[in-house]
């Protein structure tokens, strides 16, 4: 069962590993499983799968250049405007949320964004399943699975409000605050 690989996989690969060259994540689109050794937050389980993403994304007004080395990679090291797990793990972690550059832009700031690329490097293993429409999956996973740090389609998940919450009020912070570099 599908489900099973992500939630049991026979194996689990490191930020080292996955940031290596040559990298052990294959330029192809599928699904990818989130697991950590200490839980982000005290409200839930470590040790088990905590969130599920695909890559690429189901476009339908242009071609996505998006696969799993990308996504994966950038989750490991990208920052959190463009990783919504990094948003939820630094909120979840309680790094500050700042408005950058323009000000359009949310990230931990540089020094946060160092903090969380550190915590997800010790604490964060990764697996993933190839397929070529991943899409089709997502939402039979997150119906399926206890997924507490996906929030789109999970609303029937215990820990959505509160996450959801944790998020809201880091950007209202953050709003309130001057812009950084």
């Known amino acids: ?14 930020a080292a590993e996955v940031l290596a060259r040559p990298s052990a994540v294959p330029p192809a689109p599928g699904v990818y499983g ?4 200490v839980a ?4 839930l389980p470590a040790k088990t799968l905590l969130y599920v993403g695909i890559a690429p994304r189901k476009m ?6 998006q696969h799993l ?7 490991y090291r990208g920052n959190a405007e463009g990783s ?7 909120c979840l972690l309680g790094l500050e949320l700042r408005r950058v550059g323009s000000g359009r832009r949310m990230t931990f700031g540089k020094d946060g964004e160092t903090q969380l690329t550190a915590w997800m490097a010790e604490h964060a293993r990764v697996c993933w399943i190839q397929h070529p429409e991943p899409w089709t999956w ?12 996906n929030l789109d389609q999970n609303k029937h998940n215990p820990f959505h409000p509160q996450l959801t919450g944790l998020r809201a ?4 912070l953050a709003r309130a605050l001057p812009i950084i570099s």
């Open 138 to 149: 997502e939402t039979d996973l997150i119906t399926q699975l206890d997924l507490p740090l």
């Open 40 to 43: 982000p937050h005290p409200d």
């Open 69 to 75: 080395r990308k996504r994966v990679r950038y989750h």
């Open 1 to 14: 069962m599908l489900s099973a690989l992500l939630t049991d996989p026979d194996r689990l690969w490191t």
């Open 169 to 172: 009020q880091a950007r209202n």
């Open 34 to 37: 989130w697991h950590f050794d």
């Open 84 to 90: 919504t797990l990094r948003l939820t793990l630094g």
């Open 60 to 65: 339908t007004t242009r071609t996505s250049t």
